[in-house]
């Protein structure tokens, strides 16, 4: 293969041809992408000035194809950022009307927009339904996922403040509705209280209104230790009066607890049942324990024995 050889001269004439030709393609780049154009964007409705005596269900997509005018430039950024922004729309109309008319508002989308000029929407018009309007308190659920040190665990319960929510929209939502999930707590090796704000999960319709958007949650964390304790044994459903002697007549129950709980927990703090009507309608011939109460802040390891013996004289 034929190897052409220049020389000094005609290496330095074909490198300021490309050059030329480089910065030529940039010159036309730029003067094109700097014209005006007319281009499409699709954007998310968002809702301000929502009716306060109407509760209302929109009738159509939560998305707008928006028609403006730009530069190149915008268009392109546009396409690259198609979902930075969304479309405003003021629904004060909706206190005498069912629908909104988004041409009557293309100046104020046009001043809160990225782009020039708005030109139109696909749909202008936006219809909805009006329902029965609610207001309801419902308490705060936290959903969290926290994973603790070694020997450290949840104290009490968690403290959200304020532990309820108000719920505003229409009432065949609302009555449904009997919590209201926090955002996702997610922590690891926590080896003390955490204390923090919290933001309230959004709403999935635009015409349900949540107050407040943020709480303040407490979670009691301590250190752990372990106790053995002797809990007495009672019987239920000895309906017939039967003499029962059981065996043995406490069990011993291992917990872990918080060191700063330790001293005060002793036997009157668990109840252990043992069921005779698994006797006497089942033939159990040896009856399980169960702690039916056991304190918060307590984790049961283990019961020994888990089932008890008895004798029924009759």
Same mark, same amino acid.
């Given at each position: 293969?034929?190897?052409?050889?220049?020389?000094?001269?005609?290496?330095?004439?074909?490198?300021?041809?490309?050059?030329?030709?480089?910065?030529?393609?940039?010159?036309?780049?730029?003067?094109?992408?700097?014209?005006? %154009?007319?281009?499409? #964007?699709?954007?998310?409705?968002? %809702?301000?000035?929502?009716?306060?005596?109407?509760?209302?269900?929109?009738?159509?997509?939560?998305?707008?194809?928006?028609?403006?005018?730009?530069?190149?430039?915008?268009?392109?950024?546009?396409?690259?950022?198609?979902?930075?922004?969304?479309?405003?729309?003021?629904?004060?109309?909706?206190?005498?009307?069912? %629908?909104?008319?988004?041409?009557?508002?293309?100046?104020?989308?046009?001043?809160?927009?990225?782009?020039?000029?708005?030109?139109? $929407?696909?749909?202008?018009?936006? %219809?909805?339904? $009006?329902?029965?309007?609610?207001?309801?308190?419902?308490?705060? +659920?936290?959903?969290?996922?926290?994973?603790?040190?070694?020997?450290?665990?949840?104290?009490?319960? #968690?403290?959200?403040?304020?532990?309820?929510?108000?719920?505003?929209?229409?009432?065949?939502?609302?009555?449904?509705?009997? =919590?209201?999930?926090?955002?996702?707590?997610?922590?690891?090796?926590?080896?003390?209280?955490?204390?923090?704000?919290?933001?309230?999960?959004?709403?999935? =319709?635009?015409?349900?209104?949540?107050? *407040?958007?943020?709480?303040?949650?407490?979670? *009691? #964390?301590?250190?752990?230790?372990?106790?053995?304790? =002797?809990?007495?044994?009672?019987?239920?459903?000895?309906?017939?009066?039967?003499?029962? +002697?059981?065996?043995?007549?406490?069990?011993?129950?291992?917990?872990?607890?918080?060191?700063?709980?330790?001293?005060?927990?002793? =036997?009157? $703090?668990?109840?252990?049942?043992?069921?005779?009507?698994?006797?006497?309608?089942?033939?159990?011939?040896?009856? *399980?324990? +169960?702690?039916?109460?056991?304190?918060?802040?307590?984790?049961?390891?283990?019961?020994?024995?888990?089932?008890?013996?008895?004798?029924?004289?009759?």
């Amino acid at each position: 293969m034929a190897i052409v050889k220049l020389s000094a001269s005609e290496r330095r004439r074909l490198s300021a041809f490309f050059t030329c030709l480089v910065l030529a393609a940039l010159a036309w780049l730029f003067t094109n992408l700097s014209n005006p %154009y007319t281009f499409t #964007v699709k954007r998310v409705i968002t %809702y301000k000035n929502t009716p306060q005596r109407r509760a209302f269900h929109s009738l159509q997509s939560d998305t707008v194809a928006v028609t403006v005018n730009g530069t190149g430039w915008q268009m392109l950024f546009s396409k690259l950022n198609d979902d930075s922004k969304n479309v405003n729309v003021d629904l004060r109309p909706l206190e005498s009307n069912n %629908y909104v008319a988004l041409s009557a508002q293309i100046k104020q989308v046009s001043i809160n927009s990225e782009v020039h000029e708005v030109v139109s $929407f696909n749909p202008d018009t936006l %219809y909805f339904d $009006f329902l029965n309007r609610s207001v309801k308190r419902v308490p705060i +659920k936290l959903v969290s996922d926290i994973k603790y040190q070694n020997q450290f665990a949840q104290l009490n319960n #968690v403290i959200i403040k304020p532990a309820y929510v108000t719920l505003d929209g229409p009432s065949s939502r609302i009555d449904k509705i009997t =919590e209201w999930q926090t955002d996702s707590l997610t922590a690891v090796n926590v080896n003390e209280t955490i204390r923090t704000k919290i933001n309230l999960q959004p709403p999935n =319709e635009g015409n349900i209104t949540v107050y *407040p958007k943020a709480v303040d949650v407490i979670v *009691p #964390v301590d250190e752990y230790t372990e106790k053995t304790l =002797e809990i007495p044994v009672k019987l239920l459903n000895n309906s017939d009066y039967y003499n029962v +002697k059981v065996f043995p007549q406490k069990v011993k129950v291992t917990f872990l607890t918080s060191l700063k709980r330790y001293m005060e927990i002793d =036997e009157n $703090f668990f109840e252990a049942d043992a069921d005779l009507n698994l006797w006497k309608n089942q033939g159990y011939t040896t009856l *399980p324990v +169960k702690l039916i109460r056991v304190p918060p802040f307590c984790r049961v390891i283990s019961v020994d024995p888990p089932n008890i013996d008895f004798i029924v004289k009759k």
